[in-house]
């Protein structure tokens, strides 16, 4: 059962995108995209693979340094 959000139903505006995009970037989980964005998880999957935003996690060195 999906939970109601605030956001839940409402088309996205181009500012939601971007914040998609930059929340993507920086590695952030789904299910936290969505509580910033008022989204539930299922629509933040539906609308980056409208966007053709890729969801899977960036390859990064757990402590932090570059390799």
């Known amino acids: 059962?999906?939970?109601s959000t605030?956001?839940?139903g409402?088309?996205?505006?181009?500012t939601d995108v971007k914040d998609l995009k930059q929340l993507v970037k920086a590695n952030t989980p789904t299910?936290?995209?969505g509580l910033k964005l008022g989204?539930?998880?299922n629509a933040i999957y539906n609308?980056?693979?409208e966007e053709g935003i890729s969801l899977a996690p960036t390859?990064?060195?757990p402590?932090?340094?570059?390799k």
Do not use: C
């Open 1 to 3: 059962m999906a939970k």
């Open 6 to 8: 605030r956001n839940s």
């Open 10 to 14: 409402k088309p996205w505006t181009a």
């Open 31 to 33: 299910r936290v995209i």
């Open 39 to 41: 989204r539930t998880e």
């Open 47 to 49: 609308k980056a693979s």
């Open 59 to 61: 390859n990064q060195s």
């Open 63 to 66: 402590y932090g340094t570059k």
